[in-house]
């Protein structure tokens, strides 16, 4: 079946420079950013690992990663986002690698065996919300807020999820760091990396990308340089022309 079959009104197929992957994104919804590349090519894997990408969208982590991995589970409750990514685990040939799960993490104790996973990796929404902003906030800026999944949803989610020295893997927003330390301590989590995301050299972080063990010992945390979006003529730095293949 040709590639352009796959399409519906208002999507466009985007090449991933990932094994000869593509993508098929919907030009009206949120298109992946992006933050779920450069978390994609964070974690350490290894080809026997079972992974749980937590909220995948359009299933490009999955997508990215399905070379490196046994198996990934892609767990997503919007029912349109996830028929875009079965789509596009079906038009990349990933069906037996790659499982769609359209579902809501929060509900994990249903939905899931404990500790099955090995790596669970998110790039969840980032940003709290507060009184009186539920019925300002629209469109694509929805996605980028705490209306379907929290911190702590996530955080308590992935613990559930991993076996005993399961690695966790997640993009978030720099500030709120000290939350996400909290959490992962209470829910038996022990941060071990952590890389900031600065958008131009000598800026503060806006991201950063860190990974935890499930009991794992206090300590040795790695703090790693920090990664560099941008030049200052506002072109792309070389790492990331490296991690996007071009």
């Not at 949120?30 to 690992?49: N, Q, W």
């Not at 040939?93 to 769609?100: R, Y």
């Not at 807020?145 to 999820?161: K, M, S």
């Amino acid at each position: 079946m040709s590639n352009k079959n796959f399409l519906r009104d208002g999507e466009r197929l985007d090449d991933l420079m990932r094994s000869g992957r593509v993508i098929i994104q919907n030009e009206n919804e949120f298109c992946f950013s992006m933050d779920a590349v450069l978390i994609a090519h964070f974690p350490r894997l290894k080809k026997f690992f079972r992974v749980i990408d937590l909220g995948t969208g359009n299933g490009v982590i999955p997508l990215l990663i399905a070379d490196e991995v046994k198996e990934i589970c892609a767990v997503e409750l919007n029912s349109r986002a996830a028929d875009l990514a079965r789509r596009n685990v079906e038009l990349n040939g990933l069906s037996e690698k790659i499982f769609v799960l359209e579902g809501d993490f929060r509900l994990h104790r249903e939905i899931f065996k404990p500790e099955s996973f090995d790596v669970a990796i998110a790039n969840p929404p980032y940003t709290p919300i507060k009184n009186g902003e539920p019925n300002k906030i629209s469109g694509i800026a929805r996605a980028r807020h705490e209306f379907t999944a929290t911190l702590e949803d996530v955080v308590t989610a992935a613990r559930f999820v991993l076996k005993f020295r399961g690695v966790f893997c997640m993009i978030h927003l720099a500030s709120r760091l000290c939350e996400i330390v909290d959490a992962l301590h209470r829910h038996q989590m022990e941060m071990k990396r952590l890389r900031p995301i600065l958008p131009k050299a000598g800026r503060d972080a806006n991201l950063i990308m860190i990974e935890a063990v499930v009991g794992g010992r206090a300590g040795n945390l790695q703090f790693l340089p920090p990664l560099v979006v941008h030049n200052e003529d506002g072109s792309y730095t070389n790492e990331i022309h490296s991690i996007y293949n071009c």
